[in-house]
């Protein structure tokens, strides 16, 4: 396996604005990084740049430490299309057996090696079908055991879980999960779904209009969103975030002053997750709406004007209900610059 690096990578197509802007960020060897982020925000077009599918307007991009600009395509690096990109005339024996063929590897060693690869997928059955003859999860094992054949220094993929349906996607990510762990390979994971992300990563790299927003660990990026738009983007439901100005520390919501622990003063936007705010307290709201989750409730309020959604573990008993939280779970983003004040300060905060 080896290290992926990427230094300052900039892509700009002609008459259209930068898809990626100075991105800068690393897989160590053996580590799953997920890169995360809306549509059109220049996921998949990284991960060409590093398949040597396309190269860039300026930066660098090396694989074990070597800058690869001078070589286009064969990087021994295999992509995972979101499509799967599987060829429809060849059964999946021929699919996995192709690219061998191609660098004349023998017939014998060849069979060995799809025999294996179908073994540790789960795919020995499927070998003789064609992919039109296939489940969307059955494609998606066989385009990862098409790549992992190859025996790569690193892996790319591309949204595969995109055109499964919910719970074949679920089963699909645990799946991938355990492989990756099986496999010990560096990886690294496109995907616009931040569970996804979150739960197959060792780092998370969130993007946002061709800019790296924050790069760390699940927990990190959760607990500590570096702005306003990682904190709106990770987590599910997503966070309550609202407008307000906070005096020396405090703001207003409803009738109840609050405590932000933050020394600051001017506009701010707040964040609490919905899971931080506990049905009972001094804070109180009016009940808007309510779903049953099963398990779990979402409860939609409004404390004086500001719509405030809650997960609870039982549905309301009224539409007038009081809720709280820690001072610990209050985000405070600045308004202009929508940096994490608390962040911010601990980033300045001299070395003890
Ligand atoms: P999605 O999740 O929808 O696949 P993405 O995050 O992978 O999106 P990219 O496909 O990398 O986004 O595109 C990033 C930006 O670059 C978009 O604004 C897109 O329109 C633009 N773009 C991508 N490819 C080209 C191209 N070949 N020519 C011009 N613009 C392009």
């Known amino acids: 396996m080896a290290s992926i690096r990427v230094e300052s990578l900039s892509k700009e197509f002609p008459g259209g604005r930068k898809a990626l802007d100075a991105v800068s960020l690393n897989v160590e060897d053996h580590e799953v990084v997920t890169v995360v982020g809306p549509s059109g925000c220049g996921k998949s077009t990284l991960l060409r740049l590093i398949a040597g599918l396309d190269s860039p307007t300026s930066g660098e991009i090396l694989i074990d430490a070597r800058p690869v600009q001078s070589v286009p395509r064969d990087r021994n690096i295999a992509m995972v299309f979101q499509s799967y990109a599987l060829y429809p005339h060849m059964t999946c024996y021929e699919n996995l057996a192709l690219n061998l063929h191609l660098k004349k590897v023998s017939s014998s060693e060849i069979d060995r090696r799809v025999h294996e690869t179908a073994r540790l997928l789960d795919i020995e059955d ?21 790549a992992l054949i190859r025996d790569p220094q690193a892996f790319l993929l591309d949204e595969p879980l995109s055109n499964l349906d919910a719970l074949l996607r679920e089963r699909v990510r645990h799946e991938l999960k355990l492989l ?11 995907t616009h779904d931040q569970t996804e992300a979150m739960s197959l990563a060792h780092r998370v790299v969130v993007l946002d209009r061709g800019k790296v927003q924050q790069i760390g660990t699940p927990d ?10 990682v904190a709106s983007f990770v987590g599910s439901p997503s966070m309550n975030v609202f407008d307000t100005v906070m005096e020396r520390g405090t703001f207003k919501l409803g009738p109840s ?20 705010i506990r049905l009972g307290g001094d804070i109180p ?7 049953n989750l099963g398990g779990q409730c979402l409860i939609g309020l409004v404390v004086g004007e ?43 905060a001299p070395d003890a």
């Open 257 to 276: 002053t609050i405590r932000s622990g933050i020394d600051f003063s001017g506009k701010v936007s707040i964040g609490i997750r919905p899971e931080a």
């Open 220 to 229: 990190e990026i959760y607990k500590a969103p570096k702005n306003v738009f």
């Open 180 to 190: 990756f762990q099986r496999l010990n390979s560096t990886v690294l994971y496109v």
């Open 285 to 291: 709201g009016t009940v808007r709406w309510h779903e």
């Open 126 to 146: 499927l070998l003789s079908k064609r992919p039109r003859q296939l489940s969307g999860g059955e494609r998606q094992r066989v385009a990862v055991a098409r």
């Open 306 to 348: 500001i719509p405030i959604t809650v997960l609870a573990q039982a549905l309301p008993e009224s539409n007038s209900i009081n809720i709280s939280f820690s001072p610990g779970d209050v985000h405070v983003f600045e308004k202009s610059s929508g940096a994490n004040l608390a962040r911010r300060s601990a980033d300045r």
